[in-house]
């Protein structure tokens, strides 16, 4: 409870983990292993991973990302690929989607963020930028963010060491 500055409820949770909240949706990527988790946002407290099967496995350096409308997107650098996974109204996870993703099988750290229903991904390896079939060089993407996952937009916004560039989506 941030208004209150207090724990009302604990999850148990790798201490790595990355966990991401849209909507009424909660996924929690485990970054060692890979393993991704997707709850309703009201399911958290009390949530184990050692009692819950992930949903999808996307080995070692995956990122997520939640949309906000609870979707749910995750890249994997192991299989090379985009997991969407679909939400129901109190944010539960339906049948995972896998597509393959171009460009970032290997990848050493890629991120994701959304742009509305967007997912837009950053492979600082090579310094692109993946989005619905767009493929964009950034120059400095060694140690570009990428932004929080927003409203639906015609631009993506990545900072990068020489400032924030602005990439159109269409």
């Known amino acids: 409870d941030p208004a209150n500055v207090s724990l009302t409820d604990s999850a148990t949770i790798p201490g790595d983990a990355k966990v991401a909240f849209g909507d009424s949706t909660a996924a929690v990527l485990d970054r060692a292993s890979g393993s991704l988790w997707v709850l309703g946002a009201s399911e958290i407290a009390g949530f184990d991973i050692k009692g819950a099967d992930p949903i ?16 749910v997107f995750a890249v994997s650098p192991k299989d090379g690929d985009l997991v969407t996974v679909p939400v129901d109204d109190q944010g539960a996870a339906l049948d995972p989607k896998t597509s393959a993703l171009e460009g970032v099988k290997g990848a050493s750290e890629p991120t994701i963020t959304a742009v509305g229903d967007v997912p837009v991904v950053l492979n600082p390896s090579d310094g692109t930028l993946l989005a619905d079939g767009l493929r964009t060089e950034l120059q400095g993407a060694k140690d570009a963010v990428l932004q929080q996952a927003s409203a639906a937009t015609d631009a993506v916004a990545v900072a990068t060491a020489s400032g924030l560039v602005r990439v159109p989506l269409h």
């Open 56 to 71: 999808a496995k996307l080995g070692a350096n995956a990122d997520v990302t939640v949309a906000q409308d609870g979707t």
